[in-house]
């Protein structure tokens, strides 16, 4: 498999600030649906940091593992992993106990025409790891889905805003949340709740689908015409220091780019690093699916890797064939309908 480059390689990669918060903990990290997209590069950067502040905290990864790569990956890094299916209730009570959680499992793709599985894998599942997790602290990841299309020029909702989701997807995700939520409040769970979009590295993302598009002469339409991205190495550590704001009075967190980027601007720099002239058609709506990431970025600092890095390393890894996940983001929906 071809060596991937800078921002994946950095992906696992601890900063000083991840190594002293590993330093300041004890006991069990209990990392659950470990096997997905996310999973293996945030436990490469928890072993990293946990190996450099001493070992003191144990990590566990938790996940069905259909992807035996996956598992094997994450055993590589000395992490302990443990097959579960967390809309099992007897799968659920087996797992070990934990002083710290970081909840990754979830479905999108595939949901539209699906609902009831959606909606047990995104409320059902978490209600269950809430209940068997109530003393420990919790990092949940959710989406930014569950806020309503926002106009552009508003720079998109901060966390006071409440959430009015937009289809079954991003309802069943507002679920999660709220599962969360009654553990906190019901038994004192301290929770944090992270919403997240768009997370980008160089085999996933909506930088891949718009450059993969441009290599195959797709058309790319435009009426989602305004993205956040954010680098995946940056989002990793910020739901692993987010334990620290965990909060029997849920913490929520907007965890995207900085800034509201224009999808057309993007498509013409990818095109530009890769010699074609992207297709665009349509024209940019009014409204986009974003968020206002200002508490994130003050309370977490910027991500080392830049936008511009990622769109000029995305197109040099697409235009020479280098692996992806396959899985398309499907950013583009305005129907949530994925």
């Known amino acids: 498999m071809e060596k991937l480059r800078h921002s994946n390689e950095e992906m696992i990669v601890a900063s000083d600030d991840l190594v002293t918060w590993f330093g300041q903990q004890t006991g069990r990290l209990l990392v659950v649906g470990a096997g997905g997209k996310l999973g293996p590069s945030l436990l490469g950067l928890a072993a990293d940091a946990n190996r450099r502040a001493g070992q003191p905290v144990e990590i566990v990864a938790a996940s069905r593992f259909s992807d035996d790569r996956a598992r094997a990956e994450i055993e590589r890094l000395g992490v302990t992993t443990v097959a579960a299916d967390v809309t099992d209730i007897d799968d659920v009570r087996a797992l070990p106990d934990a002083d710290h959680v970081v909840y990754l499992a979830g479905a999108k793709f595939g949901t539209d025409g699906n609902e009831s599985a959606t909606w047990a894998a995104n409320t059902f599942a978490p209600g269950l790891v809430a209940d068997r997790y109530r003393g420990s602290r919790i990092a949940a990841l959710s989406t930014g889905n569950v806020y309503p299309l926002s106009p552009v020029a508003s720079g998109g909702p901060d966390e006071s805003i409440a959430p009015d989701p937009v289809g079954e997807y991003a309802m069943s995700c507002l679920g999660r949340e709220r599962m969360f939520e009654y553990a906190a409040h019901a038994f004192g769970t301290r929770v944090s709740l992270i919403r997240l979009n768009y997370a980008v590295e160089l085999r996933y993302g909506v930088l891949v689908d718009l450059a993969q598009a441009i290599v195959d002469g797709k058309t790319i339409d435009l009426s989602m015409g305004h993205v956040n991205l954010v680098w995946q190495g940056y989002v990793n550590e910020v739901i692993l220091r987010s334990l620290d704001h965990a909060s029997a009075e849920p913490f929520?967190?907007?965890?995207?780019?900085?800034?509201?980027?224009?999808?057309?601007?993007?498509?013409?720099?990818?095109?530009?690093?890769?010699?074609?002239?992207?297709?665009?058609?349509?024209?940019?709506?009014?409204?986009?699916?974003?968020?206002?990431?200002?508490?994130?970025?003050?309370?977490?600092?910027?991500?080392?890797?830049?936008?511009?890095?990622?769109?000029?390393?995305?197109?040099?890894?697409?235009?020479?064939?280098?692996?992806?996940?396959?899985?398309?983001?499907?950013f583009e929906r305005r129907d949530g309908k994925f």
Do not use: M, Y
């Open 252 to 330: 929520r967190l907007n965890l995207a780019g900085d800034e509201v980027l224009s999808v057309r601007t993007l498509a013409h720099a990818l095109g530009e690093s890769l010699g074609i002239e992207p297709v665009l058609a349509g024209q940019e709506a009014d409204t986009a699916l974003l968020s206002d990431a200002t508490l994130c970025h003050r309370l977490f600092g910027a991500p080392r890797v830049t936008i511009d890095e990622l769109v000029a390393e995305t197109a040099a890894w697409i235009g020479r064939g280098g692996e992806t996940h396959g899985k398309p983001t499907k």
